[in-house]
Each structure stands twice: as C-alpha cells, then as structure tokens.
C-alpha cells in the first residue's frame, strides 16, 4: 500500500492554516497559512453599519476562503496524489457561532438581514453578552442546576447559550428566522459533507451538553425566557456524535474547488486547544497542555469528574476518549504584548528595533531577558480582555503596578510576561490542589516558537517542566489525525486517538526546566500577584466595573450629542 496521508485545518481567530501530514509517523510534508480577508470584525460591519462595545465578528465567507486557497497550496506543494489523502479533519476557535436558514446559509448572507450584526458568525472572544450569562448564572444557581458545578460555577459569555440569548433579546426577527445555531466548525464540516452534525467536544465545553444529561431543562431554560423553552428541541436540534467520527464523505463541490478526491472521510468538528492534545502525544492525566497564542487554552485529563474553581468545564470523553477531560484559560495573553506593542511603545523603540534587525517584539524579550525576577519592581494583572479562569468574568481589566519615572518599556513587557504566568499558575493550583494533578507542563501554539524569555517564565512562576511541541500547526496536527480516524484502521487511517497519537504526537527533544533562584523569587511575586487577583477580582474593590460603566454613560453622551 502507497503511503497514506490526512489533511488537518486548524481554523484560528486570524487565520486558516492547513497541514499535509504522512499517516507513518505524523510529519508534516505541507502547510499552509491564508490570513482571513475581513479578519476579526469589531468596530463596523463591512456595509458600515457600526457595532457596540465588546463586539467580536467573523465573515464565514473566509473560512470558505481557506479551503479554496490552502487546500490546493499543499497539494501543489507536497506533490502527494491526492488518492492517497484518505482523511480530513477540522479545528476551530470555539464558542465561535452562527445562525443558519433552513439551506444552511448563514443568515448574515441574506442581504436582508446583512445589515444586522446578530446575522453574522459571534467569534469566541465576542463579550457583549455578559449580562445575559451573569443573568443565566443567577437562575441556574437559584435553581441548583447540576451542570454549574461542571463548569467551575459559571456559564461564560463567550458561550452558546448566553450568545442565543443576546440574539434573542436584542434581535428576536433574527432568533425567529434562524433555523439552527451552531458551531462554526460544525458548519464548515456540515460545508465539506453536505450533513451538518454536532460534535460532543463543542457541545459539552461550549453548549452545556452532557453525555448522560444531555442539555439543560426545557423548565430551565423557560426560566430564563418563555421564548427559550424548545430551543433545544428546535435552534440546537441534532445528535451529538463524538469526536473521530466520520460525519460524511467529502462533497462533490469541495473536491472540484480543493482537487481532493470527493468521498474521502471527514471527521466531525473539532476544537483549537483539544485537537492539539493527542498531536503532543498527550492520552493520560498528569500533563497540562497549554495552547498559547492570543489566548491560553489549559487542557488536563483526568480519571473521574471533580468540581474546580473557575475552569471552563469537564466533559467526559471531550479530549480523549475514556477520560474526563478539563478546560481552563486565560481570554487573553499573546494579545496583550500585541496590545503593548501596537498601542503604548516609543517610537525609539520601533527605531532601535529596526537597526538591529529585529522585530520589536524580539528587541523588548531581548532587553526584557537583562532583568532577574523582581528586578523591574513592576507587576501587572493579566485581565486585558477579561478573566476566564479561576474568576470567569468578562468585565474584569488590566492592571500595572509600581510604574515610576524610570521604568522602560521592556520591564512592562516582562511584567506583562510575568502577569500571565501567573494568570496559568492560577489555573494550575486550582487543579492541583483539588484532586486534578498537574505533574507537567506541555506547550504548543504560536508562543513557545516565537518567545524563550517567556516560556523560561512560565516554567519559573508554575516550578514545573514544561515540553513544548515538535510540530508548526499542532492543533492542525491533531485535526488531522481525528480525519485519520475518521477514516479508520481498514481504509489505511487509525481506529483510535490513541493508536494515533502513539505514532503521530511528539514534542521537541529538548525541555524546558524552572530555574531554583527564580521559582522562589516568583513564588514572592505570585503572593503580591494573588492579593491583586483577590482585591480586585472578588468584589473587594469594583473599580474595572465601574469604569466600564463610567465609560458607557460617557460614550452614550457623546454619540447623543454627535447624532
Ligand atoms: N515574539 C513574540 N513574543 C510574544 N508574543 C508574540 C510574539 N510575536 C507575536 N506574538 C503574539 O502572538 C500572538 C499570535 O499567536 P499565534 O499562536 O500565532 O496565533 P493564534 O492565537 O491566532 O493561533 C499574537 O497575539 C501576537 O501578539
Ligand atoms: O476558547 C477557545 C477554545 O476553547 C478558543 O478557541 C481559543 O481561546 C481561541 O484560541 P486562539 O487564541 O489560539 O485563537
């Protein structure tokens, strides 16, 4: 038999990227990135139409996007037959959503209803429904609904239900006119079969799905709003099928525009952060994955279902078969040096960047890397665009301490490096520490190939070896694998994650090891950093609140006085 391949998309929050790996041992032989072309929509619709405060969009024409450019750039590439590329698989940001007409059309492709935003796709880090998850948190709480203790006691904004809601709320023509909500990657894979069904991966962490509960109540959601009652029965309807299973074959018309061959099996939906588990090899408890890019998504294994503060859920069988599998995160970290970098650094940096050849992230780790811990009497609180763990709320902001007349940009890097190492730290004593045990540390995404000072950080702040991943695209990996088991052992694929991850997972040979001196300098810091995080994320000191608040009634005057 010739050699066999599958294909992996890991489609992230500014991009597509597509991996050609070889079934033998999981090399990548082809990858390729297609930058979306109306990226993350914030501030107006591409018609003008403007969008509110914590507003975070996508055009579902560039996922299309991807597949008709990245597809074909690694066949051209690898020279593979495409006869030999038995398997494809999907990753996706999530809760990213959409609604959907009775064809599947995303509604916001109606020019009808295109000028309304709750048309469009709702990108995971849109945040404009917190009142209706902190509303949904109070009822579910009331009512002593057994699926809060399941998600760390809070249901996040960024999730399904509360996205309906707004929907609901704000745009009840477009909650009457949608068919379906669903998941983006159960749309596009509902796209590449012509069959649309729902994952147990997006279900279970994202639509408070559960293997032997199934959703909440009808009695519970009528709670929340009489309108909301048959939403299951009606807006979510569909089984939910685990992760590797097959939805379909490949769509006629999808092979035309990609020149894969049509029939090939697709496997459901998949998320970013889960897919890259078993593509680090990872299939038992003990080891943390962690995929850091714009945000960190944290993901652990464990034998039984234990309640943890603030983690984003537990969902049996969500990662890896046979285990229960526990999601935690921070809303933001790449994103926050982006943040410094775009928005607050001298221009002299930018100079001094460009004579030395480096970009100016690299010159800040550089001379960010001078400094000892504790050295730039800075910290910071990672909450740029919220918290999503231990504290889950949305409305919390950043926070830097201790700036004087003589701090520098690069120690308010390293601050800003440090706060969400500790931000993970967080995370990780909250499983430790109730019955979910953290041994190691692996690292995948963007950041561990493109930042040593920070990855040297993290393995300081949590004192745990960290092993980062051999791969570019380790969530495409792992979608690209389930594609393989999608396919099956009998047709050249694999019959399990596990026998799949046995010879396609690998991490770099090299692991990164806490320095003693500065695990216990931060262990200090982590003490200053944990009163921050208890003062201003418990209600002890509301400020963060108020100032959005604050700025709301402003902005509201002045829109009034313009219009
Ligand atoms: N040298 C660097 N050090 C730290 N962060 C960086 C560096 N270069 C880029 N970033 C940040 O990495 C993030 C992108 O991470 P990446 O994993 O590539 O994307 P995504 O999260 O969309 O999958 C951006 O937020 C960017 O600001
Ligand atoms: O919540 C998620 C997974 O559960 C999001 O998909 C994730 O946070 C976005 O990832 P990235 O920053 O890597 O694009």
């Not at 959703?215 to 299951?232: G, M, N, Q, T």
């Not at 525009?257 to 090899?281: C, E, F, K, Q, R």
């Not at 040593?452 to 004192?463: C, E, G, K, P, S």
Request: proline share 5%.
């Amino acid at each position: 038999m010739n050699e066999k391949y599958a294909i992996g998309i890991d489609f992230g929050s500014e991009s597509g990227r597509a991996v050609l790996v070889s079934l033998k041992d999981g090399t990548e032989v082809a990858d390729h990135v297609t930058p979306y072309p109306h990226g993350v929509i914030t501030e107006h619709l591409p018609s003008g139409v403007e969008l509110g405060m914590e507003w975070a969009l996508q055009h579902p024409d560039d996922y299309i996007e991807v597949l008709r450019k990245s597809i074909p750039a690694i066949l051209k590439t690898s020279q593979v037959n495409p006869i030999d590329i038995i398997g494809l698989g999907i990753d996706f940001t999530a809760c990213t959503m959409l609604p959907i007409d009775k064809e599947g059309n995303p509604l916001c492709s109606d020019s009808q209803l295109a000028d309304n935003p709750h048309s469009w796709v709702k990108l995971w880090k849109h945040h404009a429904a917190q009142e209706e998850a902190t509303q949904l948190n109070e009822i579910a709480e009331q009512r002593g609904e057994r699926f809060l203790p399941r998600y760390g006691g809070k249901i996040s904004s960024e999730w399904m239900i509360a996205k309906i809601w707004q929907i609901l709320k704000e745009a009840p023509d477009i909650y009457e006119k949608a068919d379906q909500f669903v998941e983006a990657t159960d749309w596009v894979v509902s796209k590449l079969t012509n069959n649309l069904k729902r994952n147990s991966c997006t279900a279970g962490y994202k639509a408070i799905w559960h293997k032997q509960d199934g959703y909440p109540s009808e009695a519970f959601f009528e709670a929340l709003d009489p309108r909301l009652k048959d939403v299951v029965k009606t807006k979510l309807r569909g089984d939910v099928v685990p992760l590797g299973t097959a939805a379909g074959g490949l769509a006629p018309d999808i092979a035309r525009i990609t020149g894969l061959t049509p029939g090939i099996a697709v496997a459901v939906g998949n998320v970013d952060a889960h897919a890259a588990v078993p593509a680090m090899g990872v299939v038992s408890p003990g080891k943390m994955v962690m995929a850091m890019g714009t945000s960190i998504c944290h993901m652990l294994l464990g034998m039984e279902e234990r309640d943890v503060e603030g983690m984003c859920g537990v969902v049996e069988d969500g990662i890896i078969p046979g285990f229960y599998g526990y999601e935690a995160g921070q809303s933001a970290v790449g994103d926050i040096f982006a943040w410094f970098v775009d928005k607050a650094v001298p221009g002299y940096v930018y100079e001094d960047a460009k004579k030395a050849n480096m970009g100016v992230h690299q010159w800040l780790e550089k001379q960010a890397a001078n400094y000892k811990p504790g050295e730039t009497g800075i910290i910071a609180l990672d909450w740029w665009n919220g918290n999503r763990s231990v504290l889950v709320d949305t409305e919390l902001s950043g926070l830097l301490i201790g700036a004087t007349l003589q701090t520098k940009p690069e120690e308010i890097y390293r601050a800003l490096l440090e706060a969400t190492a500790f931000g993970t730290r967080k995370i990780v004593d909250a499983f430790h520490y109730n019955g979910v045990p953290v041994e190691e540390l692996y690292a995948c995404g963007g950041l561990p190939q493109k930042n040593r000072l920070l990855m040297q950080i993290y393995a300081d702040v949590t004192n745990r070896t960290i092993k980062v991943a051999d791969s570019k695209q380790t969530p495409a990996l792992g979608a690209a694998m389930f594609g393989a088991v999608a396919a099956g052992g009998d047709n050249g694929g694999f019959d399990s994650i596990v026998t799949a991850a046995d010879r396609m997972g690998r991490v770099k040979e090299e692991f990164i090891e806490p320095i003693p001196d500065n695990v216990q300098m931060y262990e200090k810091l982590y003490q200053e950093y944990s009163r921050l995080h208890e003062h201003f994320g418990r209600g002890e000191n509301n400020v963060m609140k108020r100032l959005k608040t604050i700025k709301a009634h402003a902005k509201s005057r002045v829109t009034m006085k313009t219009n």
